[in-house]
RNA sequence: GCCCCCGUAGCUCAGUGGAUAGAGCGACGGUUUCCUAAACCGUAGGUCGCAGGUUCGAUCCCUGCCGGGGGCACCA
């Protein structure tokens, strides 16, 4: 619509506008910051006036009286202010969108018109030891913009990386030679894993502080002081193919397998592939042998790396002295291998930003390495740290993290306290299992949405008593605006599929209906926010709009007592808000109650 | 020493070129003969770290500085 103005207006020799230029300026039609301006504003005469030489309103007054608004909006009166183009959504044409968005099972979401294969490598635990709260960003977010990329239209893969290769293996097939409880192991395996690995992390560190906090590693670390050098030595043997480790490797791997689909079940987390490093491990040697080969990678030190930035930058290392790979060496073999057989235009990878440096440099590697490395967009979708209420970092090494698992347990039991408080005020007598049922969905999804609703970038404060708050911007209040709309339809005995054929179109006479209306129609522009730069965010910030919209017009208007077109138009609402909002969540990864 | 991220209301955080900078929590004050009050409405609270620059316009972009965090060859 803008564009075929502007067009008019270089046509008509008014100023003269590049067509690459053009996006960037219909970019500059956004929503209107404030709701007294109209619904959408357009500041391209201000940025267009200069070279036009007119004054911005003058050029905002040439725009608009080539602006063909073709009846979805109000004509634009004057330009106001500096040079803004105010426009207003006409009534009917928001009734009708809220019609067809209603019997629309993507709810008027258009499906993007270039579809991309996108692989997203999310989650990627150390099998070897316990899954903590630092796992959770990762897996929470990923997992969340694989629905999201997906319901846009996309073709997405979904890759755990898992690992399943590296010194912790070392450190569990120490600790099994020298100090494992087999009847320990009999009865819970992963404990018993876990035990192990947390104890020999400790003796091989041999940190003075941590040591005399835990008098049996400190006794261990007395025996076997070189146990460090002996832990980098079983890796190295499980790497050569030695038979005993390779062996227990294989004996290990299903208890820790099965232990991380536990948790990923109770997130309602999963993938299309699991190809940990394990996988890419005969591939290794053939990587440092192709960067050698054309020249990308030199042996230095002993150790064999990938020099991007001269000789005075630390290079990339692919070898180490010891003739052992790096993890390094292993994302370039991933790289290759997805490149290869799965031709995706973008990969994402959600990773701490620890790590930017490192995927910077593999990045910057595979793309001088593989030739069509540079037709696929890599990507890192970094996220902050998550600390603890001390403001430091939450590190698995550190030794008494939160597990994830009794973190899940804490949630689930909080949110049962408050669903019980609340069914006995309230006197609706919900049996307990359904309790139970809605205290799963209300807990866990507190903390998935704490987690998603902040800006990934920056860092995670982890709080039990934030992240379980069961009030304000939280999963529980859009869930409990949900369950309010299936009340309604409850206690009414309304038939939906009924509503959604004989919505002619939402009658807008009030101003809180106007603005359900006008959030409800804005979900396409949220995912498509979200994809920009992979920020699910953008997402909860809209639903927790879209579920404030809903409450404030719930409050003030009554819904199953309006009659005729009135109530179905309401009706309708309703209905678009509860499957808006239920898709919403859906799209996070958080389940939604009938009732709480 | 080099590189990256962050400094926005008492607290936790959104917003990242546009009109009077927002939300949640906390504080204070209102709302229940009415579809779930886990709600709604209102009030108070801000030199957007500091200083320059670019721009018609800067919390947002650039430069410098101050403060905080992280990373920088054989862990991942």
Not at 252 to 264: A, H, K, L, S
Not at 414 to 433: I, L, N
Not at 506 to 534: G, H, K, M, Y
Request: glycine content about 8%.
């Amino acid at each position: 619509m803008f564009g075929a103005a502007l067009g008019r207006l270089a046509a008509d020799g008014v100023v003269a506008i590049a067509p690459e230029e053009l996006p960037g300026l219909l970019d500059q039609v956004r929503e209107a910051a404030d709701a007294r301006h109209g619904d959408y504003s357009g500041t391209m005469a201000m940025a267009l006036a200069k070279r036009a030489g007119k004054k911005p309103r003058d050029l905002a007054a040439e725009i608009i009286r080539r602006l063909d608004v073709e009846g979805l909006f109000e004509p634009p009166g004057e330009p106001v202010g500096p040079g803004f183009i105010n426009l207003r959504v006409r009534d009917d044409a928001l009734a009708r969108a809220v019609a067809a968005a209603v019997r629309d099972p993507r709810l008027g979401v258009a499906p993007v018109a270039a579809p991309q294969t996108i692989v997203l490598d999310y989650s990627s635990p150390n099998v070897a030891k316990p899954m903590h709260v630092g796992h959770i960003r990762s897996t929470v977010i990923g997992a969340a913009l694989a629905r999201i990329l997906k319901f846009r239209g996309h073709r997405v893969i979904t890759d755990n990386h898992l690992g399943d290769w590296g010194t912790q293996f070392g450190m569990i097939l120490w600790g099994w030679k020298h100090c494992r409880d087999d009847a320990a192991f009999a009865a819970d395996p992963t404990a018993e894993l876990g035990r192990l690995y947390r104890l020999v992390r400790k003796v091989a560190d041999a940190k003075p502080e941590e040591l005399a906090a835990d008098p049996g590693a400190a006794a261990l670390a007395a025996r076997h002081p070189d146990c460090g050098r002996e832990v980098l030595l079983e890796t190295a043997k499980l790497h050569e193919g030695d038979p005993e480790n390779r062996a227990l490797w294989e004996q290990f791997m299903p208890v820790c397998r099965r232990e991380i689909e536990r948790i990923y079940a109770r997130l309602d987390v999963s993938f299309d592939h699991t190809l940990g490093e394990s996988f890419y491990q005969p591939m290794l040697a053939g990587v440092v042998h192709d960067l050698e080969a054309v020249g990308l990678a030199r042996e230095s030190r002993g150790a064999v790396g990938v020099f991007l930035d001269g000789d005075d930058k630390p290079p990339l290392l692919v070898r180490k002295a010891d003739g052992a790979f790096l993890y390094a060496t292993t994302d370039l073999a991933t790289i290759r291998w997805r490149l290869e057989h799965w031709k995706p235009d973008r990969i994402l990878y959600v990773v701490d930003h620890r790590q930017s440096q490192h995927f910077e440099q593999v990045f910057e590697t595979a793309r001088r390495w593989l030739p069509n490395a540079s037709h696929a967009a890599l990507v890192h979708v970094a996220f902050g740290t998550v600390l603890g209420d001390d403001g430091k970092p939450f590190k698995t090494r550190a030794g008494d993290t939160v597990g994830l698992e009794a973190l899940l347990d804490e949630g689930v039991a909080r949110a049962f306290q408050v669903v019980t408080t609340a069914d006995a005020e309230r006197g609706t007598e919900m049996p307990e299992a359904e309790r139970r049922r809605i205290a799963e969905a209300v807990g866990i999804g507190a903390i998935k949405y704490a987690d998603l609703a902040q800006n990934r970038t920056t860092d995670y404060v982890f709080s039990f008593d934030k992240m379980l708050e069961l009030k304000g911007n939280t999963a529980a209040y859009m869930q409990y605006a949900v369950a309010r709309v299936e009340g309604i339809f409850a206690k009414g005995g309304v038939d939906r599929a009924q509503v959604r054929r004989e919505c002619r179109g939402a009658t807008l006479s009030d101003r809180r209906e106007r603005a359900l209306a006008l959030a409800l129609l804005r979900f396409a522009e949220a995912l498509e926010d979200v994809e920009a730069d992979e920020r699910p965010n953008v997402l909860t910030a809209y639903l927790f709009d879209v579920a404030g919209a809903y409450s404030t017009f719930y409050d003030a208007l009554p819904v199953l007592k309006a009659e005729g077109a009135e109530r179905t138009a309401r009706l309708a609402l309703c209905d678009l808000t509860g499957q808006v909002l239920r898709r919403g969540l859906e799209l996070l990864g958080i389940r939604v109650p009938e009732r709480m």
